[in-house]
């Protein structure tokens, strides 16, 4: 069964911004996908069992250049 988890993301200013926030995201071991919105400053990250490691998805954030934080 998929699992979603919410980020709020801050840096986006365009399209491009969210394609890297969601490949920087994919990349973190355990993300199935990722769905980035820069004009809402959100980002839905899905996986199938175990959450990936939040450390590890917040630095894939700060290397892509913009930072973040989970939301409920």
Do not use: N, W
Not at 32 to 41: I, P, Q
Not at 55 to 68: D, I, Q, T, V
């Amino acid at each position: 069964m998929e699992k979603v988890i919410k980020l709020g993301v801050r840096g986006m200013s365009c399209g491009g911004c969210a394609l890297a926030v969601q490949s920087a995201l994919e990349k973190v071991a355990g993300v199935k996908s990722a769905s980035v919105d820069h004009k809402t400053g959100t980002a839905e990250v899905f996986f199938e069992q175990k959450m990936p490691d939040t450390e590890s998805m917040l630095r894939a954030l700060k290397e892509a250049g913009y930072s973040g934080g989970f939301s409920s």
